[in-house]
């Protein structure tokens, strides 16, 4: 059986603060849609499913986030996870310019959580918590020339 990664969804509670933080990453929106009907309910498993969504796509084609924030039923406000809980945690991307990224970052109120650290002097990297408590890694390759 093949087997193809599609795109990660991620509950959020404003759609058009998230879409902005993602875009300045350089993210591309590819489709939006406000989605709700017997199909909704039935393939997310919640009855009078009503959401606004949006597709994000990575530069590179290969990567897309698909944002959600629901209508009804209304949203469940959780604390933000940590890194060690079990369970989906992050989304990863790579960026060409740590430093950039941010930048852009902090523009939309969101900092690492510690700071930045180097893996292996392969990699520059943080964990950054973006909008809706989502935990973003940003991570440069580190040249070796």
């Not at 960026?95 to 902090?106: F, H, R, S």
């Amino acid at each position: 059986m093949a087997v193809q990664l599609q795109n990660v969804g991620i509950a959020v509670r404003d759609l058009e603060a998230t879409i902005a933080f993602f875009t300045d990453l350089g993210l591309t929106v590819v489709g939006r849609d406000t989605v709700s009907g017997g199909w909704t309910d039935t393939a997310v498993g919640l009855d009078g499913n009503h959401a606004k969504i949006a597709m994000l796509q990575t530069p590179d084609g290969h990567g897309r986030l698909e944002l959600f924030e629901y209508i009804h039923p209304q949203a469940i406000e959780t604390e933000p996870t940590r890194p060690n809980e079990i369970g989906m945690h992050r989304v990863a991307f790579s960026v060409d310019d740590l430093d950039q990224a941010l930048e852009i970052a902090a523009r939309h109120g969101c900092h690492p959580l510690r700071g930045v650290a180097t893996y292996e002097d392969i990699y520059k990297l943080t964990y950054v918590r973006g909008p809706s408590g989502i935990i973003v890694m940003l991570a440069e390759e580190l040249n070796h020339n």
